[in-house]
């Protein structure tokens, strides 16, 4: 494209970083043949890349600090800064159920705020270090007791250890109108799901899957019996979906 | 949400190695990049998708960097660079005499001057990326490069710099 032109000096820097396509490069070679003060000058400058890469390369093969990873890991202030959008999209859906209150009957009468619920219940607690559960999975039996005991129904923990994840444990949480129970399982990776059971629901009967997504949070969420039941992580819908079978599955063992 | 994370965790090493020769100091430079990985997982929402991820995070980095330089600069007592030269490896005994005077020179460059040299020839992104980084016109992009050089070449070899012929 510049063939032909003189050389100037940002062919010369072009040339230190094999930017210039072969015919072009070919010119500013000759040019440099017949200059050894510039031939001198490039040498050193393609010397000097060459340096930094040797100087600072190494620090590509040393392991991340712990304190970088974990940023990764959580973000309170991001996790607040959802958590209050979150809570403005409930106000807004608690404010359109108002609006057609009685305007249908369903298994799900609060249907998104149930998905809602469950994902602020996720949000807000999967990214605690401390006390992500308020009992935990060593304590397994008396959590399963105490949550039946508290929702009024029978409730059991899912086995996802085949999927990879484990359960950590669980707390029990405040619902619409009765209390709610939230299980919260890890994999290796140290990335969360939790399952959030309530008998918030009218009815005694089955619903398909329904699938929600809040800001980064897949739900899904389904009736059956007398218990609704939330899972949510930050996962893929498809990835989210083979856990949620499984679930349903094991529940219904 | 997931592959963010991933494709964040990525780049570490690389915002490693640049931080720490942007900073010679290995704490303040895992500081950058703790700083520029906070920053841009809590605007991950902001990262469009079919752009590159490097150059968004290597902006981000350029921004903090040049923040605190500002806030160091009305403060007393900013940090120098490591005393004499803060071996990246730990593999000292490595490194000869011209990467020593190399980290030394490098440490004397001017800012501006420091940055470009870098990300052309550690991170070897292209011109306009560099320009799109540093938020610059690639002609200036250009012109430190080549002032850079020429500056960090008087530098190791011990001279003061040379007013170099143009063409």
Known sequence: MNHGKPI??????????????????????AYVAAHPDQAERVGAFGQQNAMLRSLFDPVLEQPVPERLARVLAASPDRRLWRYSAMAASLAVAVMVGWILRGEQQTSL???????????????????EVLHPVEVGVAQ????????????????????????????????????????????????????????????????????????????????FYWVDGPLGYALSAEAPREQLLAVAETVYRDLNR | MDDIRELLAEQIPRLRRYAHALTGNRARADDLVQDTLERSWSRRHLWRRDSDLRAWLFTIMHNVFVNQLRKNSSAPGHVPFDEAIDPPSGAVADQTLELRDLAGALERLPTEYREVLLLVGLEQMQYVEVAEVLGVPVGTVMSRLSRGRDRLRALMSGQPPVLRRVK
């Open chain 1, 8 to 29: 100037e000096e940002n062919d010369l820097q072009a040339y230190v970083d094999s930017r210039l396509d072969p015919a072009r490069r070919a010119e500013v070679e």
């Open chain 1, 109 to 127: 009468p609060q249907g998104p705020s149930f998905a809602e619920r469950a994902a602020v219940a996720h949000v807000v607690y999967t990214p």
């Open chain 1, 140 to 219: 397994e039996d008396h959590l399963i007791k105490w949550l039946s005991k508290r929702l009024g129904e029978p409730v059991k923990a899912p086995d996802l250890d085949k999927l990879g994840y484990h359960l950590i444990g669980g707390r029990l949480l405040p619902g619409r109108e009765k209390p709610a129970a939230q299980f919260m399982y890890e994999d290796a990776r140290g990335q969360r799901l939790t399952l959030y059971v309530s008998t918030d629901v009218t009815g005694n009967q089955e619903t398909a899957f329904r699938y929600a997504r809040e800001d980064g949070v897949s739900v």
